[in-house]
């Protein structure tokens, strides 16, 4: 069953100058579509893991999902709810607490002022619930020590942050957990440790994940399913061995092309070719054509469906 359902979703933002400046120097407006006709779903139980170049339109969604973003069209449902549309205050409200996100700087993202143990029963002090031992029990589940409770954030490592950061996303007893580059600014072997945890605690919470995130080999081995995103647009969509296995479409195979080849000194070697292109201007057609080694004139003229092939979902007009 899936407890997330994204249909048609597309967000556009005004990037306009003032209407001043547009006026006199007689500029027309501007529009910035950031996701475009995106649809998926995404299991109860499970992680759904969106990567994409940086540009791509992978935040947008993830805050269009927890409700900080509306859409411009499409819908988002979780648990047949609707934010952006349900009119019943009690669905919303129930929906909103099923909901969590972890961001990618837990830096920012604690207060400096306040004591672990107030920080993470703060969401559900708000709501008046019972917080006795609670941030004692979730610094366990996070695999830091009950007695952290008592000290500040300045106190802790980058990952021991995060685990305060996840922790305190699970006070509220969520269902489902938006996480945007959780482990981008950790050490890489920090990093496979809260991806760890993370996975683990799917299992014992019974967690539904969208975990965005600009790299494959991140999300390889903790996704159910991989959406690759090209400009707002989904271009294909796997479960991870099929998707390392068998790319099918062109963007997915120069991604992974260009993964993680390292030379001797440790640093990335054959980057994806050529630019992305200007999201307010896209290419026409499929927006990939520019850069793609297997256009051809209809790539130029239509944008390729969203089709089954196979065990994956891919938009290409020649994917086989
Ligand atoms: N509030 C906004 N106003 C105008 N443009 C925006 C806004 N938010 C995002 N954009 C634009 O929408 C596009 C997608 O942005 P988004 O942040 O979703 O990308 P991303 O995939 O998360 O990138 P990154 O990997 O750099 O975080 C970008 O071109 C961005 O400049
Ligand atoms: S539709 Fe055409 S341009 Fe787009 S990825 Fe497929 S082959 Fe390349
Ligand atoms: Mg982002």
Same mark, same amino acid.
């Given at each position: 069953m899936a407890l997330v359902e994204i249909?048609?979703?597309?967000?556009?933002?005004?990037?306009?100058?003032?209407?001043?400046?547009?006026?006199?120097?007689?500029?027309?407006?501007?529009?910035?579509?950031a996701v475009s006709d995106v649809s998926l779903q995404i299991e109860d139980r499970s992680i759904y893991a969106l990567v994409g170049e940086s540009g791509s339109g992978k935040s947008t969604i993830g805050k269009i999902v927890v409700g900080l973003t509306a859409p411009s069209s499409g819908s988002v449902t979780i648990g047949g709810v609707d934010?952006?549309?349900?009119?019943? &205050?009690g669905a919303v409200e129930q929906t909103r607490s099923d909901i969590q996100m972890i961001f990618q700087d837990p830096y920012a993202s604690l207060n400096?002022?306040? &004591?672990?143990?107030? #920080? #993470?029963?703060?969401p559900v002090a708000a709501k008046g619930g019972k917080t006795d031992g609670l941030a004692e029990r979730l610094l366990e589940q996070v695999g830091l020590v009950a007695r952290d409770a008592g000290k500040f954030p300045h106190e802790f490592s980058g990952g021991q942050r995060q685990r305060i950061c996840v922790a305190r996303a699970l006070a509220s007893e969520p269902r489902l957990i938006v996480c945007d580059e959780p482990t981008s600014a950790l050490d890489v072997s920090v990093q496979?440790?809260?991806?760890?945890?993370?996975?683990?605690?799917?299992?014992?919470?019974?967690?539904?994940?969208?975990? #965005?995130? $600009?790299?494959?080999?991140?999300?390889? $081995?903790?996704?159910?399913? #991989?959406?690759?995103?090209?400009?707002?647009?989904?271009?294909?969509?796997?479960?991870?061995?099929?998707?390392f296995a068998d790319p099918k479409h062109p963007y997915t195979q120069m991604l992974l092309a260009a993964a993680p080849k390292m030379d001797g000194f440790g640093r990335e070697v054959d980057p994806p070719k050529g630019e992305i292109p200007d999201p307010i201007n896209p290419p026409s057609g499929c927006a990939f054509h520019p850069r793609c080694p297997l256009?051809?004139?209809?790539?130029?003229?239509?944008?390729?469906?969203?089709?089954?092939? &196979?065990?994956?979902?891919?938009?290409? $007009? $020649?994917?086989?």
């Open positions: 249909s048609n979703l597309t967000r556009v933002f005004d990037v306009s100058k003032p209407w001043l400046n547009r006026v006199l120097e007689r500029l027309p407006k501007s529009l910035l579509t934010l952006a549309r349900e009119s019943d &205050r400096p002022r306040w &004591r672990v143990r107030d #920080i #993470i029963v703060e496979a440790q809260v991806l760890n945890l993370m996975s683990d605690l799917k299992d014992t919470f019974g967690l539904t994940y969208l975990f #965005i995130s $600009h790299d494959l080999t991140v999300v390889q $081995h903790m996704a159910d399913r #991989i959406g690759v995103l090209y400009l707002g647009r989904l271009v294909e969509e796997a479960a991870p061995a099929e998707l256009a051809t004139d209809v790539c130029k003229s239509e944008r390729p469906a969203m089709l089954d092939l &196979r065990e994956a979902r891919v938009a290409c $007009h $020649h994917a086989m």
